[in-house]
């Protein structure tokens, strides 16, 4: 069936499957592999109103090892209500295992002319060779190779909202993003999307200077990359965003609930669309997040409904989709 006949065809759900095989791998620094994927399902790929993908997540399905991808509940690629509890229930050792990514970006498919043999829609994962990379997941981007096969669930066109952007400035003129390695992808598609009369700052800490990327923007956000160098997580972060965003005097906010990062997801995003002052994006390792949390909200006072906190990783623990 062609692409375009299933567009058609497939039933209407938020998710779906995308069987997509690796058609090129490129390091491009010590710790950011990109892995560029094609797949006939990427027409039926879910963006944002005007073909943006901000921060948008995506799963990926890892197989166990000598064992091709597993099945989910899905009809025609469309994932139906439950899937993700039967996908649960299945053996570990059958099911594969399940992580969470950042379309890097979409390209669409261009068909071929008389003067050009055209090109398959593309999709790109920045993934972070992070030091020791013991999980599977890194694993598998480590030793990813053209032609091999893996199962994406992200947002479908067909559905009317595309779930997985967490990115909403609203009426913002001025915009923080904070984040470390694993937040990049995210940060460098948002900087690449937004207009000319944005200003502000990214703040981003990479395990070394050699990980530091070109990032294009025609808004006037001042991009700062800062090497860790063996630091312990996220304190260059912290330091970072205390030298750009300062505390007034008689500003202060209520200490925020507290979140045991450990045993629960630090997701903590605005209910209503933020006004028109600042509005910041803060993504990385939970504990280091919890604890610019805490900067922004108690001591900055910052309006809650104009930040999105959001714990990308937990240092010491394999992360369950
Ligand atoms: C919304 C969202 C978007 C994300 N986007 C991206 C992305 O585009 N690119 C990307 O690389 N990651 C991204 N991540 C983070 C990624 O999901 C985690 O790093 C994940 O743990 C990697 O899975 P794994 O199987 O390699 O390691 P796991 O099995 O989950 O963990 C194994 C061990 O590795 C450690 N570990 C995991 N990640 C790191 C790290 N970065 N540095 C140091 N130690 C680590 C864990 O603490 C654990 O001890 C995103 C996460 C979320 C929630």
Redesign the pocket.
Known sequence: MSAGASLVEAPARPLRTFALTVAAVRQLTPHFRRITFTGGDLALFGTGAGGETL?L?IKVLIPPPGRGLPELHAVRGSLQDGWYPAWLAVDEAVRG?M????V?ALRPAVPASPDFPGAPAELD????L??G???????WAAGAQPGDPLLVIGPCARWGRCLGIEFAPGGAGRVLLVG????V??IAAILESLPPHIIGHAVLEVPTAADFLDIHSAARVEVRWHARNGAAHGTLLDAAVRNVIVPAAKRQGDEPEEVDVDSAVLWETPECRPGHGLYAWI?GEAAAIRGLRRYLVRDVGMDRNSVAF?G????????AA
């Open positions: 921060d997540r295992v992580r969470t990514y950042t890097r994962i920045d993934f972070v992070h030091p990379a013991s999980g599977p997941a890194a694993l470390d390695e694993t937040a992808p995210a993504a959001m990308y990783w937990r240092m010491g623990q394999a992360l």
